[in-house]
């Protein structure tokens, strides 16, 4: 039976990638020696290594894992400041990268394992401090004599860069765009014509009804008004042909569009073919080999090649630590009551506009005990932190942290989450991560399909229209039957349940224009969990379009994620749903602070009012507790995290904390606790209010010294008004 590697696509698809990563790593170490900050481009470098050793693993080439092994090391030591940049070392790398070119599949001129082993004794040599380090040559390659007109002996395909797929995608896109247009001026140009025949046949009835009086009329008269009639009618003939024929080739041209669409997409399995030698090879690694099982669901679910491939290293990365980090012994796994083989799962599934790709294991989960002891000594949290849950997975995420003191081949460097992170928010996408002790870890990545064509709500604010990506759309709502309130002067739809803010787009973007909104677009924002509704005076429906950013010439706007061309011609700006999650509250809230880390409090403003502490990581619940606050005569000021609410009570006293308790660093059970043991805030009253309703939780948030226990899902602006005014005494 032909294995994952007989396949030429997918050994085609590695060696594309391979060769991508060593010409961005050749690039990189030619410009080292005399880069201004050559720490910085060498934490690049070492990426390209990464994945270049990743895709190694993949294809069982152990000689090239050695070689891109040891290229780490010595990139790790430039990284660490151990060794600075040389001539020699950069050429020891370079060669490093030319033989791991000429040992992939179907390289022209291999290289042997003897002469590979001598570059893994090189490397290892300027790790240990050689210098100069004795650079080894591989023998120069013999020219191929060419086949015909200039091409070379067994080259039966050729290779075309995705750049020139997505350019002809543009050109599509313009294309259409100007179909749409003469579409357009051919509806017009039948409804000329039936207004030309409308008025000829006037003129004609005219003509007539002269020559029926008496009066008379020219016979060149006659003849011009009959001849006019024809040409109308001839005219209104070729006008519904022209219309015809326009929208065949709109029809036609969709096709083409997602046609080229189809050459960028591709399946999920161009990545995750190669994962069962990889939790093969890592689960025999090691002192103690492993028994694990890969599942495979969701292969062939499409996405743009330019998102696959942004992620590849960040599933090969997860996949990795599922094994190495998650899965346990079989004798391990025995002990504690489960079967002796694990089971990693990827799943892949296609959600509207968006792919969901899951990264699952069974086995011991994250030891948060562990994790938070090991944060605390890193410096990334508090010495006394009691941080649980989600805030403390979010440490998992930090750059350069690792849970492993010692460094393998494929752990312990520090590269990892990070940089699964970072890639994944540049494409516009979120990961989550979950974890029970004992039973297992589980990363999800929500990614767009595609990054060139967006369907996107039309919506008109005044005088312009704008595009709003459907990928960040809840749901459209009218607000003529919507339920509208207003807190502390600030309007809050009241749906499902929860208290949304209803910002009006037009205020936030400066539309001009006079402003009759009659609807609102509800958008998420996973990374921050931020819900807010757009108040829009129309919507005008859903088009698919193709997106280009603004140019060097304008830059980066604020709010603006790139533009499109409508069908009449005119420039629609396509909206970034992120920015606006955050810079909605200047509308929600004119006289919120600057900034959310903002210091500044006006004594004179808040004197002889009660001074109340907000400590919530979510700014849109942050907000709406201000504004409540301050509006029912208290003067607020607010924390972004425990740590920040600590900070607030050391520069002046309050009368009450409003705290959440999930925040990253120091939570709301730690943040209560401190309050409690520190001389001079040991009776502030201290109120919860947060998501988690368990009894247990509430013990918890009691035991720690907390006031009163509220939830946010049964939120009553009422209810906390009258819990601080208690707890105040006014």
Known sequence: MKGWADDPELVATFRAEVDERLASLCEGLLRLEAHPSPRQLVASLFRDAH????????????????????????????????????SDLVDVLLVAAEGISRSMPGADHPVDPDELAAMVAALDAAVAGEDPVVVPRFADPEPEEPDGPGRSRGAHSIRVPTRRVHDLLDVVGEVELDVRRITANGRELT???????????????????????????????????????????????????????????????????????????????????????????????????RDVHLVLTGQDVELDTRVLDAVADSLRQLVTNAVDHGCETPAERVAAGKSSRATVTVAARSAGSTVVIEVTDDG???????????????????????????????????????????????????????????????????????????????????????????????????????????????????LAGAARHEVAGVPVLARHGAMLPLVDLGQILDAPGERNPRAAIVVHYAVTDETLALAVDELEGELEMVVKELGGFLGRLPTVAGATIDGDGSVLLVLDVRELAVRQLAAAAPHAPVAPHSRTHDTQQGQGRPRVLVVEDSVG???????????????????????????????????????DVEMPGMDGFMLTRTIRRTRGWEDVPVVIMTSRGDETDQRAGLAAGASAYLLKSRFDQAELITTVRRLVGR
């Open 51 to 86: 994945t270049v050793k990743g895709s190694a693993r993949m294809l069982g080439l152990d000689g090239v894992v050695d070689v891109a092994h040891r290229a780490e090391d010595l990139l790790g030591a430039l990284r660490d400041g151990r060794l600075q940049p040389r």
């Open 191 to 289: 409804r000329l014509a039936a207004d030309q025949l409308r008025w000829a046949r006037a003129l004609r009835d005219a003509t007539t009804e002269s020559l029926g009086s008496g009066l008379g009329a020219s016979p060149a008269l006659l003849e011009a008004v009959h001849a006019l009639l024809s040409v109308g009618d001839r005219l209104a003939a070729e006008s519904r042909e022209l219309e015809g024929r326009a929208e065949d080739a709109v029809d036609r041209l969709a096709a083409v569009r997602d046609a080229t669409m189809g050459l960028a997409m591709v399946p999920v399995r161009r990545v995750v073919a190669g994962f069962p030698q990889l939790v093969r090879e890592l689960a025999a690694s090691g002192p103690e080999p």
């Open 364 to 478: 011991r989960g994250v030891d948060e005990d562990a994790l938070r002891a090991q944060a605390i000594s890193r410096g990334l949290l508090p010495a006394d932190s009691t941080a649980t849950g989600s805030s403390l997975l979010q440490v998992l995420f930090g750059a350069g942290f690792s849970t492993r003191a010692e460094v393998t081949q494929t752990s312990g460097r520090g590269v990892g989450l990070d940089v699964v992170r970072t890639s994944v928010e540049e494409l516009s996408g979120s990961i989550d991560v979950t974890s029970q002790a004992g039973r297992g870890t589980r990363f999800v990545l929500t990614l767009p399909v595609t990054l060139g064509v967006l369907r996107c709500l039309i919506a008109r604010v005044g005088d312009e229209r704008y595009a709003v990506p459907v990928t960040g759309v809840v749901e459209t709502l009218g």
């Open 621 to 659: 619940v942050r907000e709406l507790q201000r504004v409540i606050l301050e509006g029912a005569g208290y003067d607020v000021v607010t924390a972004v995290d425990g740590t920040d609410g600590a900070a607030h009570l050391s520069e002046a006293p309050v009368d009450l904390v409003l705290s």
